[in-house]
């Protein structure tokens, strides 16, 4: 018995479905390229005007704020000079009348009331009514006393009398002044019932030949004229702009704040305030003179140059201000005036102001203009991606069912490969039983039997039998090397069909980074 071929294990089909690769993990969100080129575009158009603010800020802001506290220290300057240009004015023109010569000779010989006489007291108050009429409305009253400090005369359009300074009509001091010879201003005085400030320009009266010096006169000037110069510097010089006036006593004699008005920066020395109350100054008698501290401005007092700008919160204000300052040189006082640090800068800031406007109004036209020429710009190269998406999506699937023919024809090959082995394994198996088939028909040949004939034929048949299976064999054989041809064919089919998947394979993974590229260009992820 010849043994039975074992058979091969059958193979398996490959499945159809295609085993795809995960995606690539996506990167972060890219804005679209439409959106990138507006955003260009706005950076191109506003570079210039961010570099214009940068420059502002850095060197043409400090410069405008200099010109505008330079602005501020020049006004101060001008309003100073104005008031001393008025207080000197009126030395000048008091000094010159009181020493005309019918005033000389009343000093030297004081005459009655005798209306004859012009040189008498009718003729002085005569005279002395004209001069109030020309100096009016600033002197109210006008006076003459003895180098002794006594009442000679006095006149007034208001029928004024003269006002006592503390307890003396002169004080002390005073007196001792005019022996020197030169015209001087008092302190201020405060008179509570007509709510007016005013000072008392002092004049020495002299002898005709200006050897000696024959009493003095006083002029009472009220200081409505200062009033108004101080008060017009409200706003002048910006929002919240104002100006005032403080005395050597560091006491504020114009200030248009009347809660600060009478006030000290600082406490007055026990000197300071001694004099205040002898010569009841301020409109004050015993008390002490109020005090609104403002330690910035004492500190700029105390110094021996003291700076002509400076930076601080004045009293009874919250905010920082730019203060100049500005000496008086007929009187010592000191003309200050304030604004608002942020009214100095309102130039820069409004420089600011208009390059920004003119920022956002180039912005808005750019960035829609850059908006539709990345639009236009991007919708072709939008076009081409879809296009080659599809593209890789047909070669994806192409490369697919090849690689899936492949796998078939692989397994096709593996099956004939079987078929074949079986093949072969009969036909050696046909040889074997031919083989012994022929031997014992030799054998049979070889012996006699009763019936010969039966036996001959049979003998025969074996024969006849045997002559068949070795064509057949031969048949088989042939087949054999048909089959063994056609397999090595189809092996070759399959390889090449293997290597054109795998290059399609190739070229689609390839066309996908193209897509990959592009789409990362033009901004989309789906």
Known sequence: MLQQPSRELMLQPPSRELMLQPPPPRGRKRLSLSIRISLWLIGVALTPLLLALLISELQARPTLVNQASLSLETNAQAQSNLIDEYLTNKLQIISSLDNIPLVQQYFENPKGDDPANIYGTSGIVQNGLALEKYLYPDVSVISFFTLQGNLLLSFSLYHLQPQMRGAHLVPPEYLQKILQGQPFISDVYYDPTTHTSSVDLY????????????????????????????????????????????????????????????????????????QVSDQALYGLDTRNVPVIADQALQSMQSLSKPPTSFQEVPAEQQETFQVARSSL???????????????????????????????????????????????????????????????????????????IAASEQVWVVASSRSGLQSLEYYTRASESAIGRLNSLSKKLSQ????????????????????????????????????????????????????????????????????????????????
Do not use: C
């Open 203 to 274: 004049t020495p009266v002299y002898t005709p030949s200006l050897k000696g010096i024959l009493g003095l006169a006083r002029h009472t000037l009220r200081l409505d004229a200062i009033w108004n110069i101080v008060n017009g510097a409200k706003g002048a010089n910006g929002s919240g702009s104002y100006a005032f006036l403080l005395d050597q006593n560091g006491v504020r004699i114009i200030d248009p704040n009347p809660h600060t008005l009478f006030t000290a920066i600082a406490p007055l020395s026990s000197q300071e305030q001694q």
């Open 329 to 403: 040189h007929v009187v010592p006082w000191t003309y200050f005036a304030l604004t608002p640090v942020n009214v100095v800068e309102t130039v820069a800031n409004q420089q600011l102001l208009i390059l920004s406007v003119i920022a956002l109004l180039i912005l808005i036209p750019v960035a829609l203009i850059g908006w539709l020429v990345g639009r236009r710009i991007s919708f072709p190269v939008l076009r081409a991606v879809e296009a080659l998406r599809r593209n890789s999506s047909i070669l994806n699937d192409l490369a697919g069912k090849e690689d």
């Open 447 to 526: 012996h006699t039997h009763t019936n010969t004939q039966v036996f001959l034929q049979d003998v025969e048949t074996v024969m006849y039998i045997a002559r068949y299976l070795d064509k057949a064999i031969d048949y088989q054989d042939e087949s054999y090397k048909k089959v063994s041809a056609a397999i090595g064919l189809t092996n070759k089919i399959a390889k090449q069909l293997a290597s054109g998947a795998s290059s399609t394979k190739e070229a689609a993974d390839q066309l996908n980074r193209v897509v990959r590229q592009l789409r990362q260009i033009v901004g989309r992820r789906q």
